[in-house]
């Protein structure tokens, strides 16, 4: 499955001159984790909607930038604080607008769209008509 966001994405969203692959690779995997919880499926939609991308890269800066989801850190005199509720309202939009899942276009969330008729009975009645005549077997 292709990642939403990738280390070079990171690194200029954080506007750093060097990200460490692996970690930006796993805060994504961190993110689309979170994004999972809320919406339904086993892909993302290739491209993905801008506001899916916008979610699934700040999520990941979130990942990446506070691994152990802190409030607040003190050294010395230094003090850094997040906003950790972020996360939850990325969650709650994404789950508003996707928590049915993603229709592309070609009915591929999953479940059946638009009327069809009720389902025959089992068996089929054109296979009775094949048993009777020999069949193809």
């Known amino acids: 499955?292709?990642?939403?966001?990738?280390?070079?994405?990171?690194?200029?969203?954080?506007?750093?001159?060097?990200?460490?692959?692996?970690?930006?690779?796993?805060?994504?995997r961190v993110a689309e984790g979170w994004l999972r919880s809320v919406i339904p499926g086993t892909g993302w939609p290739d491209?993905?909607?801008e506001d899916l991308w916008a979610w699934a890269l700040e999520l990941t800066s979130i990942a990446f930038a506070n691994p152990e989801t802190l409030q607040s850190r003190t050294v010395d005199t230094v003090t850094d604080q997040w906003h950790v509720a972020r996360r939850a309202e990325i969650l709650a939009e994404a789950k508003a607008k996707y928590g049915h899942g993603f229709d592309s276009g070609n009915g591929s969330t999953g479940s059946p769209r638009g009327t069809f008729p009720p389902a025959s009975p089992w068996p089929d009645p054109a296979d009775r008509v094949l048993h009777r005549g020999g069949g193809w077997w």
């Open 47 to 49: 491209p993905a909607p």
């Open 1 to 28: 499955m292709k990642a939403l966001v990738t280390p070079a994405q990171l690194k200029h969203f954080l506007q750093r001159h060097t990200v460490d692959q692996e970690s930006a690779k796993l805060a994504a």
